[in-house]
């Protein structure tokens, strides 16, 4: 691979005529990923570059959309439009049996989008279609609703740098003749311990997921390529 | 489940488990042993809550101690507050004493007192009139500081920066409270770079400043200038090379 193209920070500014307080601004609300502050040493002192073709890019679409939708939306919306890029993913996830009808239907309610899925959903039906084949529907919910809990609190980026394990446990209670059986779902490192009574029905380790689509989309790149292009035009 | 909420008041010593609460006070000495969760919480004494700590109001006259994030609509601190974590807020108010070890964001944060931040500070509109010690990035849209003892930050960026030094009979009793909080010290901002569309700096300290329209007042050493409009240098100020770009 060759190394990006890289553009200082004053050379943005001037090329897309933004100013240095859009640009912290849009830095704030996340609409502009840290990793792309390249911070290097110059001559005349510290100076800030970014990936050209990515930054000039996001930089246009962030002034085709700021008009129309208030900044603090603008960050999901864009991210959910770059995720857009990876049609290609869709098509993967049900070649690599992720997907199907029957899990769409029971946990994308508010309906998928056509053919494109955000890293997020991929990530989420990447569990989901782990752990259904021995959950039952009412846990495959559970599970759903755990890992949204934990999305706002960054749970994909802890994922890929902790390394957390997903389990489904079953514990059977019974006492004076009723019984009864309860469901947990809990997120942890590696290695928890329960209690004997504990069934563990499933573990998944969510790294794992993480790193399949990240293959997924890396191969898929070539292809979204062309078709951003083309959506470009409208 | 939606379980009874309950208000707490610790006056003596006590703790209490996690939870959720509608009010914590404590104004003896108390302890939160797990994550906290309350619509109100008010240390007058010297309190600490091991995890988390979600409240719609924090304020603090005493000593507060937050073992985890800490995330508020106000949080008001004119005792010392000290987290472990970062913090979210949408108005920071602190005349006394407040230490993050996590990044800093809200939309309106103002310091009287002083500060220290071991992440980025991130406001809307960002005010201080005493010392801090940022040690990663200030960005808001606005700034203003009046200098009121030492202030360092690595890099500074925004829309307008204004950094002022103490004059007025105001900030200079600011600054000798600030002084005695900050352990002495010259009042001057350091910085490594500085970048807004509008700055005014005054016994500012810093490698590089880029802006359009740039002030450079007194008492600032300066090493690189670069502006696309206007630039100003105060006679008792120094710029090594000043660029017009």
């Known amino acids: 691979m060759d190394e990006e193209r890289l553009i200082s920070k004053k050379d943005v500014l001037e090329k897309m005529g933004i100013s240095y307080g859009q640009l912290y601004r849009w830095k704030r609300k996340g609409l502009i990923p840290e990793a792309w502050f390249v911070r290097r040493s110059t001559f005349t002192g510290q100076e800030t570059f970014f990936p050209q073709d990515k930054i000039l890019e996001r930089i246009a679409r962030i002034k085709a959309m700021k008009d129309e939708h208030p900044l603090d939306d603008l960050a999901e919306l864009i991210t959910t439009r770059v995720n857009a890029q990876l049609s290609v993913a869709l098509a993967k996830l049900k070649r690599i049996g992720w997907l199907d009808d029957e899990l769409l239907r029971s946990c994308c309610t508010d309906g998928l989008p056509d053919e494109a899925v955000s890293v997020w959903q991929a990530f989420v039906l990447g569990v989901l279609s782990r752990v259904r084949r021995s959950a039952r529907d009412e846990e495959i919910g559970l599970v759903q609703r755990t890992l949204e809990q934990e999305k706002r609190k960054g749970l994909l980026d802890r994922v890929s740098e902790d390394g957390v394990q997903l389990y489904l446990l079953r514990k059977r209670i019974a006492s004076g003749g009723i019984s009864a059986e309860v469901s947990v779902v809990a997120l942890s490192d590696e290695g928890a311990i329960f209690d004997p009574d504990v069934e563990v029905i499933e573990v998944v380790d969510l790294a794992t997921i993480v790193q399949r689509i990240n293959l997924d989309l890396a191969r898929g790149e070539e292809g979204h390529e062309r078709e951003s292009m083309e959506g470009e035009e409208e | ?245």
């Open chain 2, 1 to 245: 489940m939606c379980a009874e909420r309950q208000s707490i008041s610790i006056s003596g010593s006590g703790h209490l488990g996690g939870g959720e609460y509608v009010r914590v006070s404590i104004s003896g000495s108390g302890r939160v042993d797990g994550d906290l969760v309350a619509e109100e919480l008010r240390i007058s004494g010297s309190g600490k809550v091991a995890g988390r700590t979600e409240a719609g109001q924090i304020t603090i006259s005493g000593s507060g101690r937050f073992g985890g994030a800490v995330r508020a609509e106000e949080m008001r601190v004119s005792g010392s507050a000290k987290v472990d974590g970062p913090v979210e807020a949408k108005e920071l108010k602190s005349s006394g004493s407040f230490h993050a070890d996590g990044d800093v964001a809200a939309e309106y944060f103002k310091n009287s007192g002083s500060f220290r931040v071991r992440g980025d500070v991130e406001a809307d509109l960002f005010k201080a009139s005493g010392g801090f010690d940022i040690e990663g990035l200030l960005s808001a849209d606005k700034i203003e500081i009046q200098l009121g003892g030492r202030c360092a930050a690595r890099e500074i960026g925004g829309e307008t920066i204004r950094v002022e030094r103490p004059g007025s009979l105001g900030s200079a009793l600011l600054g000798g409270l600030a002084k005695m909080l900050t352990g002495g010290g010259m009042a001057e901002l350091r910085a490594t770079q500085i970048e807004a569309d509008e700055v005014h700096l005054e016994n500012t300290v810093s490698d590089v400043v880029r802006g359009k329209r740039v002030e450079i007042g007194p008492g600032c050493r300066i090493g690189t200038v670069e502006y696309t409009e206007t630039l100003k240098v105060h006679e008792d100020a120094k710029v090594e090379r000043p660029q017009k770009v």
